[in-house]
C-alpha cells in the first residue's frame, strides 16, 4: 500500500516533468531540480510524532499503548486526518494514510492539508472509562502540535463521535480561552457536530458511481462515443444495457450500507442490489435485497448481518447465505468495496466479474490488481476520488465551529454533492479523453495542484 501511493505520485511528477506547459517557468536543471524537491516533498511526511500512552487500567496495572499522529503535508491548509484504533496500526500505514488524505484534499479543493494519527490497541478489549482515559492521554501528549489551525484529527476506523466529543473536551480544559470546536471533527451533533456526518462517506460514494454512469454520460454521450478510450466503451455497454444493473456491497458498516441504501433507492439509474456482505456472510438475492430491513436488522444486532435462516427470517429478507468472500467474485456489473484494504490483489484479481469497482475503503485494489483490471477495461473509481465524503462535511463541520452557525441537513447534503460533482467533472473528461485509469488521472490533478501551490510558495529549490 505504501510503495501504491509513493509510485503513483512519483508517476505522476515523471509525467509533470515531460509535460512543459506546466509549469513553464521552470525549464532546464532548475526544472529537474525543482521536480527533485518535489519526489522528496511528497513522499516523505513533515513530521512523524510518536508516543507511548501511559494509562492505569481498571485492574490496577499500568500500560504504555503506542500512539502516532503523522502530519504529511500542509501546503494547502491545516493537517487533517481520522485517528484510526486497531491492534494493526504502525507507523508506515499511518504515513501512506496520511499521504493519501494530502492528495485527496488537494484533488477535491478542501482546504486542508493530510494528516493521521493512529493507537495501537483493540478498541474492544478496554472498558468504556479506559477508553475515555486514552483519549485524553493521546490529547494531552499530542496538544502542543494539534489545534483548529494546525491539525484538526477525525474519527477513522475503531473511533467515532464518543472519542471526538471526549477529545475536544480535553483540547478544551488544556486550553481554555482558546477557540475549540474545530479542534476536532466527527463530534457529535450535540457538541458542534454536522448533521448528516455518518452517511457523507456512503453517500458519496454512491454518488461517484451514479455520476459517473448517469449524469456525466447523460451530458457528454456523444464525446464518450466518439472516444477511443477502452472506459468509455465500459460506460456506453451499461447505458445501452436493457437489464438492470446488478450490484455487490462488499462490507455493510457506516460506508457499505449507506452506499447500498443509496443504490436500492437511487431514481437515476436501474439498479439491483443483489449482494452484501460484512465480517462474517455474504448475503445474495438474483432478485434484488431488501436493504432497510437488513439495515433495520444490523441496528438491532451490533452491526451484524443476519447469519442463519433464523436470523433472516426475523429480518424479513429472502437471501442465499454464502461465504464471505464470495462477494468478491460475484457476476455482477459492479462491485462496491467498503471493509478493508488490499482485497483484490494479485492472487484473487482474475476471478473478478465486474467491469466497475468503486472504493469506500481505502486501498481495497492493489497497485498490480488495478493494473490488471484497468487493462482489460475495468472503471475503478479510487479511493480519493470516492470516499472523500467525510472528510468534505468534516470541513463545513469546522467551518460550522468557526462561524457558531449551522448548516441543515438538505444544506449539508446540497455542498457535499455539489463539490463532488465539481471533482468529477475536472476529472472524468480527462479520463475519458485518454488511455490511463482514473486513479492516475485524479493522482495527476491532485499533483500539478501541489506542485503548482509549492513553486509559487517558493519551496521548490
Ligand atoms: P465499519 O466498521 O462501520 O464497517 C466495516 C464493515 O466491514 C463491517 O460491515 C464489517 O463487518 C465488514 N468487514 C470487516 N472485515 C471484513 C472482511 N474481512 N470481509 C468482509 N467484510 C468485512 O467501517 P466504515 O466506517 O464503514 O469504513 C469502511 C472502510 O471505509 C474502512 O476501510 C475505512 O477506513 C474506510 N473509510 C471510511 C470513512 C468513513 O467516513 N466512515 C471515510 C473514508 C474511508
Same mark, same amino acid.
Given at each position: 500500500?505504501? +510503495?501504491? @501511493?509513493?509510485?503513483?505520485?512519483?508517476?505522476?511528477?515523471?509525467?509533470? $516533468?515531460?509535460?512543459?506547459?506546466? =509549469?513553464? *517557468?521552470?525549464?532546464?536543471?532548475?526544472?529537474?531540480?525543482?521536480?527533485?524537491? $518535489?519526489?522528496?516533498?511528497?513522499?516523505?511526511?513533515?513530521?512523524?510524532?510518536?508516543?507511548?500512552?501511559?494509562?492505569?487500567?481498571?485492574?490496577?496495572?499500568?500500560?504504555?499503548?503506542?500512539?502516532?499522529?503523522?502530519?504529511?503535508?500542509?501546503?494547502?491548509?491545516? &493537517?487533517?486526518?481520522?485517528?484510526?484504533?486497531?491492534?494493526?496500526?504502525?507507523?508506515?500505514?499511518?504515513?501512506?494514510?496520511?499521504?493519501?488524505?494530502?492528495?485527496?484534499?488537494?484533488?477535491?479543493?478542501?482546504?486542508?492539508?493530510?494528516?493521521? *494519527?493512529?493507537?495501537?490497541?483493540?478498541?474492544?478489549?478496554?472498558?468504556?472509562?479506559?477508553?475515555?482515559?486514552?483519549?485524553?492521554?493521546?490529547?494531552?501528549?499530542?496538544?502542543?502540535?494539534? *489545534?483548529?489551525?494546525?491539525?484538526?484529527?477525525?474519527?477513522?476506523?475503531?473511533?467515532?463521535?464518543?472519542?471526538?466529543?471526549?477529545?475536544?473536551?480535553? &483540547?478544551?480544559?488544556?486550553?481554555?480561552?482558546?477557540?475549540?470546536?474545530?479542534?476536532?471533527? *466527527?463530534? +457529535?451533533?450535540?457538541?458542534?457536530?454536522? =448533521?448528516?456526518?455518518?452517511?457523507? @462517506?456512503?453517500?458519496?460514494v454512491y454518488f461517484t458511481f451514479r455520476y459517473l454512469l448517469h449524469d456525466f454520460l447523460q451530458k457528454q454521450r456523444e464525446f464518450l462515443s466518439n472516444s477511443e478510450s477502452i472506459f468509455a466503451k465500459t460506460a456506453l455497454d451499461y447505458d445501452n444495457s436493457e437489464s438492470p444493473l446488478t450490484i455487490a456491497v462488499q462490507g455493510f458498516g457506516n460506508v457499505g450500507s449507506v452506499a447500498a441504501l443509496e443504490a436500492y433507492q437511487c431514481q437515476h439509474l436501474q439498479n439491483k442490489v443483489v449482494a452484501v456482505s460484512d465480517r462474517n456472510v455474504t448475503l445474495f438475492n438474483a432478485d434484488g435485497l431488501d436493504i432497510p430491513s437488513l439495515i433495520k436488522f444490523t441496528s438491532l444486532h451490533g452491526g451484524d448481518l443476519p447469519t442463519t435462516e433464523l436470523e433472516l427470517a426475523e429480518a424479513n429478507v429472502k437471501a442465499a447465505i454464502q461465504n464471505r468472500s464470495d462477494v468478491l467474485y460475484l457476476d455482477v456489473d459492479v462491485?462496491?468495496?467498503?471493509? =478493508?484494504?488490499?482485497?483484490?490483489?494479485?492472487?484473487?484479481?482474475?476471478?473478478?466479474?465486474?467491469?466497475?469497482?468503486?472504493?469506500?475503503?481505502?486501498?481495497?485494489?492493489?497497485?498490480?490488481?488495478?493494473? &490488471?483490471?484497468?487493462?482489460?477495461?475495468?472503471?475503478?473509481?479510487?479511493?480519493?476520488?470516492?470516499?472523500?465524503?467525510?472528510?468534505?462535511? +468534516?470541513?463545513?463541520?469546522?467551518?460550522?465551529?468557526?462561524?457558531?452557525?449551522?448548516?441543515?441537513?438538505?444544506?449539508?447534503?446540497?455542498?457535499?454533492?455539489?463539490?463532488?460533482?465539481?471533482?468529477?467533472? @475536472?476529472?472524468?473528461?480527462?479520463?475519458?479523453?485518454?488511455?490511463?485509469?482514473?486513479?492516475?488521472?485524479?493522482?495527476?490533478?491532485?499533483?500539478?495542484? =501541489?506542485?503548482?501551490?509549492?513553486?509559487?510558495?517558493?519551496?521548490? &529549490?
Amino acid at each position: 500500500m505504501i +510503495s501504491q @501511493t509513493r509510485m503513483i505520485v512519483q508517476d505522476s511528477l515523471d509525467a509533470l $516533468l515531460e509535460d512543459t506547459a506546466f =509549469l513553464p *517557468g521552470l525549464e532546464g536543471e532548475a526544472r529537474k531540480q525543482a521536480f527533485t524537491s $518535489l519526489g522528496a516533498i511528497l513522499s516523505t511526511p513533515n513530521h512523524l510524532h510518536k508516543s507511548f500512552l501511559r494509562v492505569a487500567l481498571e485492574n490496577g496495572s499500568v500500560v504504555r499503548i503506542p500512539a502516532f499522529r503523522v502530519q504529511h503535508n500542509n501546503a494547502l491548509g491545516p &493537517y487533517k486526518g481520522g485517528i484510526r484504533f486497531h491492534e494493526s496500526v504502525n507507523e508506515d500505514e499511518v504515513i501512506n494514510l496520511a499521504s493519501l488524505m494530502t492528495l485527496k484534499n488537494a484533488l477535491h479543493d478542501v482546504p486542508y492539508g493530510g494528516g493521521k *494519527g493512529g493507537i495501537v490497541l483493540d478498541p474492544r478489549a478496554y472498558s468504556e472509562k479506559e477508553l475515555h482515559l486514552i483519549c485524553k492521554k493521546y490529547v494531552q501528549y499530542f496538544s502542543d502540535i494539534l *489545534g483548529p489551525d494546525k491539525d484538526i484529527p477525525a474519527p477513522d476506523m475503531g473511533s467515532g463521535e464518543r472519542e471526538m466529543d471526549w477529545m475536544m473536551a480535553e &483540547y478544551k480544559s488544556i486550553r481554555p480561552g482558546q477557540a475549540y470546536k474545530g479542534s476536532f471533527t *466527527g463530534k +457529535s451533533v450535540i457538541n458542534g457536530g454536522s =448533521l448528516g456526518r455518518r452517511e457523507a @462517506t456512503g453517500k458519496g460514494v454512491y454518488f461517484t458511481f451514479r455520476y459517473l454512469l448517469h449524469d456525466f454520460l447523460q451530458k457528454q454521450r456523444e464525446f464518450l462515443s466518439n472516444s477511443e478510450s477502452i472506459f468509455a466503451k465500459t460506460a456506453l455497454d451499461y447505458d445501452n444495457s436493457e437489464s438492470p444493473l446488478t450490484i455487490a456491497v462488499q462490507g455493510f458498516g457506516n460506508v457499505g450500507s449507506v452506499a447500498a441504501l443509496e443504490a436500492y433507492q437511487c431514481q437515476h439509474l436501474q439498479n439491483k442490489v443483489v449482494a452484501v456482505s460484512d465480517r462474517n456472510v455474504t448475503l445474495f438475492n438474483a432478485d434484488g435485497l431488501d436493504i432497510p430491513s437488513l439495515i433495520k436488522f444490523t441496528s438491532l444486532h451490533g452491526g451484524d448481518l443476519p447469519t442463519t435462516e433464523l436470523e433472516l427470517a426475523e429480518a424479513n429478507v429472502k437471501a442465499a447465505i454464502q461465504n464471505r468472500s464470495d462477494v468478491l467474485y460475484l457476476d455482477v456489473d459492479v462491485l462496491f468495496l467498503a471493509a =478493508l484494504e488490499d482485497q483484490i490483489h494479485d492472487t484473487n484479481k482474475g476471478k473478478i466479474k465486474a467491469r466497475i469497482i468503486v472504493e469506500g475503503a481505502n486501498a481495497p485494489v492493489t497497485s498490480e490488481a488495478d493494473e &490488471y483490471l484497468s487493462n482489460k477495461g475495468v472503471i475503478v473509481i479510487p479511493d480519493i476520488l470516492a470516499n472523500a465524503g467525510g472528510v468534505i462535511v +468534516s470541513y463545513l463541520e469546522w467551518m460550522q465551529g468557526r462561524e457558531t452557525q449551522f448548516y441543515s441537513e438538505e444544506e449539508v447534503y446540497r455542498l457535499l454533492l455539489e463539490k463532488m460533482k465539481n471533482t468529477m467533472d @475536472t476529472i472524468l473528461p480527462a479520463f475519458f479523453g485518454d488511455p490511463h485509469p482514473l486513479r492516475q488521472n485524479c493522482y495527476i490533478h491532485s499533483v500539478m495542484k =501541489l506542485s503548482t501551490v509549492l513553486y509559487r510558495q517558493g519551496k521548490l &529549490y
